[in-house]
Antibody, heavy 121, light 111 residues
Framework: EVQLVQSGAEVKKPGESLKISCKGS????????IGWVRQMPGKGLEWMGI????????RYSPSFQGLVTISVDKSISTAYLQWSSLKASDTAMYYC??????????????WGQGTLVTVSS | QSALTQPASVSGSPGQSITISCIGT?????????VSWYQQHPGKAPKLMIY???KRPSGVSNRFSASKSGKTASLTISGLQAEDEADYYC???????????FGGGTKLTVL
């Protein structure tokens, strides 16, 4: 059974750093893209960026380029999303998701349960 | 890049059919046959309902169908049921980022 299990909820202060994780299991981790999606409170879904677990190649949405870093540790089948300096506006639910197509990474077939990040002074 | 355009809300009675539109540009919906649709219930992760414009994943009801014409993709839900009440998002491949862009989401209310 394919599963993506994300790390737990976080409460941080503005200016702090954070790294959240997404562990894949039940499939060949290095054969798929993993994407990160932001959902701000009461708002819609936004693609942040994706990473190919096989070679760590990354693509970012212009809205998030330079603001976050997506990485992967193949040895433990885990993808990461990190911030160096959080802002209150980073408060949101963050989902990781597995892309079903390796050649054209558009649709996703499995989602993590989400990690709620709250940034407040 | 700009999100795809969806109506904010649609509604229908049980048993009826509804259609949700998703309008893009020639850089996304209009240029590629890579459109997907997701259902999201409150407090839950999204669920894939349609991929590659009109393909249904295993386990998704055949009451869900989709198509595309030009720069507009559409999701149709027939025989509306109470459990269909949810938010629906379209997504398309875009050559701006070489991965996906979401629509703004549509809240479906089953009356």
């Amino acid at each position: 059974e394919v599963q993506l299990v994300q790390s737990g909820a976080e409460v941080k202060k503005p200016g702090e750093s954070l790294k959240i994780s997404c562990k894949g299991s039940g499939y060949t981790f290095t054969s798929h893209w993993i994407g990160w999606v932001r959902q701000m409170p009461g708002k819609g879904l936004e693609w942040m960026g994706i990473i190919y677990a096989g070679d760590s190649g990354t693509r970012y949405s212009p809205s998030f380029q330079g603001l976050v870093t997506i990485s992967v540790d193949k040895s433990i089948s885990t993808a990461y999303l990190q911030w160096s300096s959080l802002k209150a506006s980073d408060t949101a639910m963050y989902y990781c998701a597995r892309h079903g197509d390796v050649v054209v990474p558009e649709w996703v077939d499995y989602w993590g349960q989400g990690t709620l990040v709250t940034v407040s002074s | 890049q700009s999100a795809l355009t969806q109506p904010a809300s649609v509604s229908g009675s049980p048993g009826q059919s509804i259609t949700i539109s998703c309008i893009g540009t020639s850089s996304d919906v209009g240029g590629y046959n890579y459109v997907s649709w997701y259902q999201q219930h409150p407090g839950k992760a999204p669920k894939l309902m349609i991929y590659d414009v009109s393909k249904r994943p295993s386990g998704v009801s055949n009451r869900f169908s989709a198509s595309k014409s030009g720069k507009t993709a559409s999701l149709t839900i027939s025989g509306l049921q109470a459990e269909d009440e949810a938010d629906y998002y379209c997504s398309s491949y875009t050559d701006t980022t070489t991965f996906g862009v979401f629509g703004g989401g549509t809240k479906l209310t089953v009356l």
